[in-house]
């Protein structure tokens, strides 16, 4: 249940029964027969204070502070490269790596699509073009999907169903031909607010503030708009905003933005009686233990410690190791440089999410005279690939076959007849069930791989 919502298996918790994972900044010692288990990496919002400073001199001590995080990770004995999407994390690492090299010796690596709605290309272009760095781009296409998800499937020891470790793993393996090492933007989007479900959570609060009959009239609109299955749609949009807007806590609001499958929702899957013996209340938990933890934190710092705590360090940074060290790739992370986070916890909300409509203000003014207006206020695009026409194409088949319902049924874990109904809306095009479609296909790969029955 927890990973069909959060599409990882959050740790502690682990998906073969009786194994557990070490959680992230935690040791474990083995001592006289006995394993002790405890934190070594400080809490960083256990802070309680900001920074005293004035703004400017606080936009200018994060953008020193991420100038001298890069200066670190450029010292390697062999070439290093940086992952330039075209959105602003990667732009601001690349401005920070331009103070210290040639920018003409910085190799830049970004890939593309041929959907209009995943492609970034001519953005990161634009970037690399105004330093003049070695910039190299290549094309994913479904066949490069097919080609790599047998080697994926063999190598992941847990379900972890983030599409973009897929095109994360296809740029990773395309920037190994000529680096060792390489510089990404994670971390920036938790530690200063640069998602849109930060957006979301403002528009979140003016929403419960209309009718009841209201909202219901905009929940069932939501479901009338026809399915398309680009990138991050209108209509995909407002499905998810108003499957999590009316949830009253922030963890709830969260979890039901982020998750595949909202518990006991039309398209949960997971057989009823399995569904029954865990409460949603122990599935928000996950999101909800550093929400509580922080209790003396204002609300968009206790939604940066969530985010921390929880999906970037399981999922995000997840991803990026399994997807880099598969072919050998060691990438570094400049915003999660110690100095770095505490600079960033340190800044007033204010600066984070202005007036509740402007995600990472305090990265998008410190890069003003680097950076053009149109690329620092760009909005957010994600990286992705285009899950939704694939799953209706190229894995069709495939996807027929995973979720046939005699399969399920043998396993015993998942409800053929729903399973059944979200393979056939989807392939058919009346509805984008992309996200819990994709869990269950990963999930079920998982499963064939190390033979595993309720």
Do not use: C
Not at 74 to 98: E, R, T, W
Not at 409 to 417: K, N, S, T, Y
């Amino acid at each position: 249940a927890l990973y069909l919502t959060y599409e990882y298996v959050p740790s502690p918790r682990a998906a073969i029964a009786g194994v557990r994972k070490l959680p992230p900044g935690h040791r474990m010692v083995w001592h006289n027969g006995q394993v002790e288990i405890s934190r070594y990496a400080p809490d960083p919002f256990a802070r309680r204070s900001f920074h005293a400073l004035g703004e400017d001199a606080q936009l200018e001590a994060l953008r020193d502070g991420l100038t001298r995080s890069v200066k670190r990770r450029l010292m390697a004995d062999v070439d290093l490269g940086l992952f330039l999407s075209g959105g602003l994390d990667s732009a601001a690492v690349l401005a920070s790596m331009a103070a210290h090299v040639d920018p003409r010796t910085i190799r830049t690596f970004t890939i593309g699509f041929d959907e209009p709605s995943y492609d970034e290309t001519r953005h990161a272009a634009e970037v690399a073009r105004m330093f003049g760095t070695r910039h190299h781009v290549r094309t994913m296409l479904a066949d490069d999907l097919l080609e790599l998800l047998p080697a994926i499937r063999g190598w992941l020891d847990e379900p972890f169903a983030d599409p973009s470790l897929v095109p994360t793993h296809f740029l990773a393996r395309f920037a190994r031909e000529h680096v060792k090492v390489a510089l990404g933007g994670d971390g920036g989007d938790e530690l200063l607010l640069g998602y849109d479900t930060f957006l979301a959570d403002t528009g979140a609060r003016f929403y419960r503030l209309a009718p009841r009959w209201l909202r219901d009239q905009v929940a069932r609109s939501a479901d009338w708009l026809p399915a398309r299955h680009g990138n991050f749609r209108p209509e995909f949009i407002l499905r998810r905003f108003v499957r999590g807007a009316d949830a009253e806590s922030a963890p709830s609001r969260h979890m039901r933005w982020l998750s595949s499958v909202m518990p006991g929702a039309p398209d949960d899957p997971l057989r009823a009686e399995l569904r029954a013996a865990i409460t949603t209340a122990a599935i928000e938990r996950v999101m909800a233990e550093p929400y509580t933890r922080h209790e003396g934190l204002t609300h968009a710092q206790r939604m940066s410690a969530m985010y921390f705590s929880s999906y970037l360090s399981n999922g995000i940074l997840t991803k990026i190791d399994r997807a880099s060290m598969a072919v050998g790739l060691e990438v570094r992370a400049p915003f999660l440089d110690p100095e770095v986070i505490a600079l960033a916890v340190s800044l007033p909300p204010t600066l984070k999410l202005r007036a509740g409509l402007i995600t990472k203000y305090a990265l998008k003014r410190s890069l003003r005279g680097t950076l053009p207006a149109h690329l620092r206020h760009r909005r957010k695009h994600g990286f992705g690939m285009p899950v939704a026409r694939w799953l209706r194409t190229t894995l069709a088949g495939e996807l027929r076959r995973a979720l046939a319902p005699e399969r399920l049924r043998a396993a015993g874990m998942l409800d053929p007849v729903v399973v059944t109904r979200l393979v056939e809306e989807h392939i058919s095009g009346r509805h984008d069930h992309r996200k819990v479609l994709w869990t269950l296909l990963v999930f079920e790969w998982w499963r064939e791989r190390h033979r595993v029955t309720l």
